[in-house]
């Protein structure tokens, strides 16, 4: 059963998302599954940390664009939108090139509050880091 509210709209989001954060760093959302949502981050200058590996909070950018996307289009838009509450990450594997993936499952969608896991992965699916993200369901204020 799928989780969206009516559908993913890939295109849209990923439009939206060409002039902020997701767009400098290069995030794309690439597919949306009946109970997931996946995107793709290059390893590049933009994503790096001086060491030359994956920077450990672009990761959490990751994570977190990939819960926020998903909870907004869990819940209906006329009555609620998400914000982010809380996020934590354990780093497993540096990536020093290529593409990062990453993929958010619900683990809880409730009245108040979603609990999202992100796992992402290297190109060889190797485990690089495992995100847990608690969304905070809040009123859409009536517009007249």
């Given at each position: 059963?799928?989780i969206?509210?009516?559908?993913f ?9 060409q ?5 400098h760093?290069g995030i794309?959302?690439?597919?949306a599954?009946?109970?997931y949502l996946k995107a793709r981050?290059?390893?590049d ?5 001086p060491a030359?590996?994956?920077?450990g909070g672009v990761s959490?950018v990751?994570?977190?664009?990939l819960?926020?996307w ?15 509450q809380?996020?934590?990450?354990n780093?497993?594997?540096a990536v020093d090139s290529?593409?990062v993936?990453?993929v958010?499952?619900p683990l ?7 609990v ?5 992965h290297?190109e060889?699916?190797r ?6 993200v608690?969304m905070?369901?809040?009123?859409t204020?009536?517009?007249?």
């Amino acid at each position: 059963m799928a989780i969206w509210y009516t559908h993913f709209p890939l295109e849209e989001a990923n439009r939206r998302g060409q002039a902020c954060s997701n767009g400098h760093l290069g995030i794309e959302l690439i597919e949306a599954g009946d109970d997931y949502l996946k995107a793709r981050m290059p390893v590049d200058a933009r994503t790096r940390q001086p060491a030359g590996v994956l920077h450990g909070g672009v990761s959490l950018v990751l994570a977190e664009t990939l819960s926020s996307w998903a909870a907004a289009y869990v819940v209906d838009p006329e009555q609620h939108h998400c914000v982010g509450q809380e996020i934590n990450a354990n780093h497993i594997r540096a990536v020093d090139s290529g593409w990062v993936y990453g993929v958010a499952r619900p683990l809880h969608v409730g009245r108040s509050t979603h609990v999202w896991d992100v796992r992402i992965h290297d190109e060889r699916e190797r485990l690089v880091c495992v995100s847990r993200v608690t969304m905070a369901v809040l009123s859409t204020p009536k517009r007249y």
